[in-house]
């Protein structure tokens, strides 16, 4: 009886666990047997093994084949085990030299190319992290794979080609025609990366609303702009990511691993550096929102948008228990799913952006005198945007509509790069204060920070302090006033919140009171 050894991943959410995958050649009538708890994509692997083999000229044993997956007691899914189960078959009947502890992971064609799986990024970290450097996956996920430092990456078309690279006698192989390449798996950034960036020289006017972006994008802070249509909400919304200055190694990391898991076949050969963009309708579900499916639940926009911008255009629209399901990431910046099959965690720091109307016919602003809505319905309008929702959002803002003389005006609107510089100057400016308390950005720190090391001087905070004292603000707005003062005296160069600071940042907090 001979035993053959190989190594694969198995993938909970962005979280990757190494599996040793056994195969043993028996002496009884010709079968195989897979244990170790597959799903159904997984327990067809037997098939498509046994077709690849024969065609890349290493037919398997006629004889029993009985391949486990340790540790047993742990679901296994996909079809990525498909290049380690073969590979520990063959080793079994000794037509190849053992594996060492390399780790496979590619999905086989019944004539034996080995075609790419998704998530092959946080896989290969898992792999690299548990002392596996050694990995072989398919040629197109070669160059993702590659993007983890430590690992040792081979790229292979075909089983053929990776059993020679294993020993295999070279006559018995046979190799696949060259086929061209599918159109679908060309490789590079995700297609979110390529959005075209829009520039804040193109709106005209708003220069309250374009120096809230600008806070919001310094401090990484949530938004709340309401106004009638056309004043340029979305057309400000859609600017911010070009704000946001690229993202560190570690970040890209995180976001590329994501998006290797959402791709759909497409592959990653360089890590996504600009901050994702997610926009969904206003029709989505908590599911595609949060995240969900059946099985292992897969990450939606919130986790799309980590790092990035969270977009909800017409936020009123959607369904109330879509917003509020919101919440807990917004405090905690994960997401995790639970399922009877297991729990999945992605990560979800973004910053939320909503934009709403002043009612549902959006006739509401100014005098508002050609509005038909009643106060009931502006009233139920806005009641989709619970309390404890909006009172995570930092800044608020009354969008006004843009005047004729701001619409003709000379043009010279500043642009994008300019308030792009300011903005990264801001941000390493927090970096450097918030380093020793593990923070990044003014928008995460904790409130006894705020209320105490970081605390502005009592002068500085007189205006917010008499808010406090009338119950306008609760203790959550309470410390967000000050994350965004703070946020305004970063871009301001102060060293520390002054009066001024903090009043800009009460009197945006408090603007969207009225809606």
């Not at 948008?305 to 969270?310: D, I, N, Q, T």
Request: aromatic share 4%; glycine share 10%; hydrophobic share 40%.
């Amino acid at each position: 009886m001979t035993l053959g050894r190989t190594y694969g991943v198995g993938l909970v959410g962005l979280d990757g666990r190494m599996v040793e995958v056994e195969a043993d050649i028996g002496q009884t009538l010709p079968s195989f047997v897979l244990l170790g708890l597959p799903d159904a994509s997984l327990n067809e692997a037997k098939d498509r093994v046994r077709s690849a083999a024969k065609n890349a000229g290493l037919p398997l044993s006629r004889r029993r084949i009985t391949v486990n997956l340790m540790p047993a007691d742990v679901h296994k899914r996909g079809s990525g085990f498909d290049l380690a189960i073969v590979m520990a078959a063959l080793a079994a009947a000794g037509d190849i030299k053992g594996s060492g502890r390399r780790v496979f992971i590619a999905e086989l064609a019944l004539d034996g190319r080995l075609r790419p799986v998704r998530g092959i990024l946080p896989a290969v970290i898992a792999a690299v992290d548990a002392g596996y450097p050694e990995i072989i996956v398919a040629e197109p996920n070669a160059d993702e794979a590659a993007l983890v430092p430590g690992a040792e990456v081979n790229g292979f078309t075909s089983l053929a080609e990776v059993a020679a690279f294993l020993g295999a006698d070279p006559e018995r192989l046979v190799f696949p025609p060259q086929m061209p390449a599918r159109a679908d798996s060309a490789s590079g950034e995700p297609a979110a990366a390529h959005r075209p960036q829009r520039d804040m020289s193109d709106i005209a006017g708003q220069s309250e609303a374009r120096f809230a972006v600008e806070v919001a994008a310094a401090g990484a802070h949530h938004l709340l702009m309401t106004g009638p249509p056309g004043a340029g909400k979305t057309m400000l919304a859609e600017r911010l990511p070009g704000l946001l200055p690229d993202l560190s190694d570690a970040h890209a990391m995180e976001v590329t691993a994501i998006h290797s898991l959402v791709s759909g076949g497409r592959t990653c050969s360089r890590l996504v550096r600009r901050p994702p963009f997610e926009s969904p309708h206003h029709t989505a579900s908590s599911a595609a929102i949060i995240g969900g499916g059946s099985g292992i639940a897969r990450p939606g926009a919130a986790s799309r948008a980590h790092r990035g911008v969270l977009f909800l255009d017409e936020a009123p629209e959607y369904e109330r228990r879509v917003l509020d399901a919101l919440r807990q990431p917004l405090e905690s910046g994960k997401v995790e799913l639970h399922r009877a099959a297991g729990t999945a965690a992605y990560p979800a720091r973004f910053q939320l952006l909503l934009a709403a109307n002043p009612c549902p016919c959006g006739l509401a602003s100014g005098k508002g005198i050609d509005c038909t809505c009643t106060p009931q319905q502006r009233r139920r309008y806005f009641g989709r945007l619970s309390g404890p929702l909006l009172d995570r959002v930092d800044l608020r803002l009354q969008v006004q509509r843009v005047s004729l003389r701001e619409l003709a005006g000379d043009g010279h609107a500043e642009g994008s790069a300019a308030i792009a510089g300011r903005v990264e100057a801001a941000r390493r400016v927090q970096q450097a204060r918030l380093q020793n308390w593990g923070y990044e950005t003014n928008a995460e720190v904790a409130g006894n920070l705020l209320r105490g090391p970081l605390r502005p001087p009592p002068r500085a905070t007189a205006s917010l302090d008499r808010a406090m004292e009338r119950q306008t603000l609760t203790a959550r707005g309470y410390d967000r006033v000050l994350r965004i003062a703070w946020s305004v005296a970063d871009l301001a160069g102060h060293t520390v919140p002054d009066a001024d600071d903090v009043g800009q940042a009460l009197g945006f907090r408090q603007q969207g009171e009225a809606a």
